[in-house]
């Protein structure tokens, strides 16, 4: 079986009575609250209490333009127009904040509402305390290390299905089109006979003609923009922006921004960072290692090394006068790393290592020179004539290595009994 929908939360293993509808009923009689405002919204958007939707996306669209942080509006008046439209474009919503205001949509969203206002979000459960999500998504972006040590702001397409806007979920051009599914009689489950051997099982299985909702819609009452689906697949840019300093895996949660289904609450994206391996830093914790190359004659009289910081600032570095760099030194640089992370004006520590190159090959008076400047450190070797063995030395090859006691780079063959720890390994295995 496939469906249209990716998340479809507790298909068919649902074990309530009344599976569920698909759709928000049971809005029940609230009483209406007086005294609240319910025009603060409208206001906002500055259209009339009973305007169309399409007024409210007319309105929308045109504050976007003016006042749109982007387009230098204030980001805290522009979050109340997002608020407003949120609100005012989805029917459900705007029917709750018709009768209670504002308070009735924060309190239906956060589930700690009175319950008749709760049931519009959650499909009519008589007031239980469940509330239906679909599923949340995690996602992976990956970020450089410049972006984490600068914290900067990035943005990804997510794809979701969201509530079409034209039917608003109902999939069909009348409400009232919908008819009963003859594949399950209207149920929404379909029984199931599955043959083990000699046993017969009978199960509960969603109804995939009307993939478990009990009714379908003709094709030509269907929803010319969602064809009967109840929703679209949309995609959005999301804003992340990333913390100075964050780890590797961090994540970040977007609530609400995954698939809208009739009857469910979306679930969230969540977006985590996967840091990308850089050229020239490696970084551990709120540290980073840096590896220079120095010639050996830096090595031994000291040098000035530039490095360009991960914000591009850069960054001279100067040895102690009369230091000598040995082969596998490491240095610090104090506070010169990551930003902590949640405390981002405090720093790690910069470790520098030391890839040394030495000269290819000297020339005669070069070797002179240096033989006067440099005392021969191995010992002056006495009757070097007396020694029999004498040997020259190859380059390493792994090919040449004898990895095993028998020799060579490949265990022996058809071992015998005597190989004692792999038989016994053999005989626990069995037991
Ligand atoms: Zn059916
Ligand atoms: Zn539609």
Redesign the pocket.
């Known amino acids: 079986m496939s469906f249209f929908f990716n998340n479809f939360p507790g298909f068919g293993g649902d074990d309530d009575d009344d599976g569920f509808s698909g759709f928000p009923g049971g809005f029940g009689k609230p009483k209406p609250k007086k005294d609240v405002d319910t025009t603060k919204y409208y206001k906002i958007l500055g259209v009339d209490k009973n305007c169309s939707q399409d007024d409210i996306k007319r309105a929308y669209k045109k504050l976007v333009r003016t006042k749109h942080p982007d387009k230098g509006g204030n980001e805290k008046e522009f979050q109340e127009i997002q608020v407003a439209y949120n609100t005012l474009s989805d029917e459900d919503k705007r029917k709750v904040y018709d009768e209670y205001g504002e308070e009735g949509i924060k309190e239906g969203m956060d589930g700690k509402g009175p319950s008749d206002i709760f049931d519009i979000f959650t499909g009519g459960r008589g007031g239980r305390n469940v509330k239906r999500k679909t599923k949340s998504v995690l996602q992976q972006m990956e970020v450089t290390l410049e972006d984490i040590y600068t914290g900067k702001e990035k943005y990804l397409e997510i794809n979701r299905y969201r509530i ?9 051009k009348d409400p009232n089109a919908n008819t009963k599914c003859t594949g399950c009689n209207g149920r929404g489950v379909k029984m199931v006979v599955q043959r083990m051997g000699n046993t017969i099982l009978q199960s509960q299985q969603g109804c995939p003609d009307c993939r478990g909702e009990g009714y379908v819609i003709k094709e030509h009452d ?11 697949k949309e995609s959005k840019m999301i804003k992340i922006l990333l913390d100075k300093g964050a780890p590797d895996g961090k994540r970040y949660t977007f609530e609400g921004e995954s698939d809208e289904m009739p009857g469910y609450e979306p679930g969230d994206v969540i977006i985590e960072i996967k840091i990308k391996k850089h050229k020239l830093f490696e970084r551990t914790g709120a540290d980073l290692t840096y590896t220079a190359d120095i010639s050996l004659l830096e090595a031994l009289t000291g040098f000035e090394l530039l490095i360009n910081h991960l914000d591009g600032r850069k960054v001279l570095i100067k040895s102690k006068p009369g230091e000598i760099i040995k082969p596998g030194v490491i240095k610090t640089v104090k506070e010169c790393g990551m930003p902590f992370f949640d405390h981002p004006t405090n720093f790690g520590n910069l470790y520098l290592k030391f890839n040394i190159k030495f000269p290819k090959s000297l020339q005669d008076n070069q070797k002179k020179a240096l033989q006067q400047l440099f005392p021969k450190i191995v010992m002056q070797i006495k009757d070097i004539n007396s020694i029999k063995e004498k040997y020259n030395m190859t380059d390493y090859r792994e090919s040449e290595t004898n990895k095993f006691a028998t020799g060579g780079n490949r265990p022996e063959e058809n071992e015998e009994e005597n190989d004692g720890p792999r038989q016994g390994g053999v005989r626990c295995e069995n037991q």
Not at 164 to 172: E, I, L
């Open positions: 079409c806007p034209k039917c608003k979920g109902n999939g069909s269907k929803c010319t923009q969602c064809k009967g689906n109840k929703v679209n």
